[in-house]
Every structure is written in structure tokens, then in C-alpha cells.
């Protein structure tokens, strides 16, 4: 890598904050998707998520401790534990809103008096926030690794949760539309939702670059906060509705998907 990891996390994030406005941009231009279109897109990002959790952030961290001398295993198991809980904090401390529909939301964390629009995206921030970092300790390892392999691969992971960012900015503007925001404003704030992710791709870039024998430990904490985000929120969603068997296909897939460019980039 020519340029320093930071650049190419920073980057990386804009790309990412970029799919989740061009997620919200339907909401300018035409009615609301149905509730089965967005069942299969928030599945479709399950299965990809759940798949850059492995190819793209647990294998490497196997590779990685297995030459620092480690015990191939450990870092894999204790990093993911501690990304898994520290998601999983940090969802209780938050105040967020779990739902697309007006009549199936779940109000999760401290108890306050914000809007539901606003719990909304707080929810979708808490997603980005995983995603950035992971992205951030990918091209952190790209460059400890430099070589074409570990750049395609972390190439791979920025496509791929870039593909999964597009019905996040969705799930944020269909709502706010149907509460009777303007489109331009609905739109706005679905973009906003990905703003979080070019910060959080930084921070994992400088954890990321603090050391050899720290970095498994890093990946297989994004990972292990990526699997919480999909466990606890994208599959339930998109479970909610009568669309549950065309989500879980939309999952399969969004896993072939992300496998075939972890693995076609390496």
C-alpha cells in the first residue's frame, strides 16, 4: 500500500457513507419501497456481514496470531467475545428504536423522551459504528501485510459493506418519509446515518496499526461487534414481517456474494 492506512480507511469509509446516501436517494424520487423489498434488503445485508465477519476479519485473525506465534485460537475467541459484549453495552446504554413499521417499533436502552425519528437513527449510527472500524483494522492489516492478497481482501470487505450500506440509508428515510417529513429532509437524514462510518474507519486504523501482536485481537473484534449487530437487529427485522422465507434466501445470498468477492480479490 502506497499510501498510509489511514488514507485508505478514510476512504474506505467516505465509500461507504457515499452507498448509504445512494440508499436514501429513492426516497427524492418516488413512493416508499414495500415491506418485502426491505426484508430482503436488510437479509441481504445479513448474509454479507455475516460472511466479511469471517473471510475478511476472523480468518486473517487466525493468520495473523499463527505468526506472531500465538495460540491460533485465542485471539480469534477472546477478541470476538469482547467486540460481541462491547456492542452489546453499548446497545444498552443507547437509546434507539428497533422497527421500520409504525405499529411493530421496540424502544431498547435508557428510557428518554426523543423522538421516535431520532431513535431511529441512533440505531442505524450504532450499525455504522462496527462497520467503520472494521474496515479501518482491514486496511490497517493490508498494510502491515502488503501484499495484493491482503489489499484485495480489504478491498473486498469496503465493496461489500458498502453493498449492505445501501438499505441501511433506506431503513432511516422510508420511516421519517412515512412520519410525514419532506423528502428532502427524509433523505438527508438517511444519508446522515453513514456519516459515522468515515471516523469509526480512522479509529480502527490507528488501533489496527499500534502492533503486530495486537492486531488479532483487533479484527476478531470487529467481527465480533459485526455478528452482534446482525444477530440482535438485521435478521430479527427482517424476520418481522410475512416475508421471512425471501429474506433468509436474500441472507444465503448476500453471503455467496461477500464469499465470492473475499475470495475473487485474493
Known sequence: MGSSPAMYALAAG??????TALGAAPILIGRSPKRRTLDVLLGFSAGVMLAASFWSLLAPAVEFATRAGQRPWVAPVLGFAVGGLGLWALDKVTPHLHSLGKNREIREGPKTRLP??????FAITIHKIPEGFALGVAMAAAAIENTPAALGAATALALGLGLQSVPEGLAVAVPLRR??????????????????????ALIGAFVGSMSTAVLPYVLAFAAGAMVFVVIEELIPESQRAEHSDVAVLATLLGFMVMTALDIGLT
Open 179 to 200: 412520519e410525514g417529513w419532506s423528502r428532502a429532509r427524509s433523505f438527508w437524514y438517511g444519508q446522515l446515518a453513514g456519516s459515522v462510518g468515515p471516523f469509526a
Open 14 to 19: 467516505l465509500f461507504t457513507w457515499g452507498m
Open 116 to 121: 421516535r425519528t431520532t431513535l431511529l437513527i
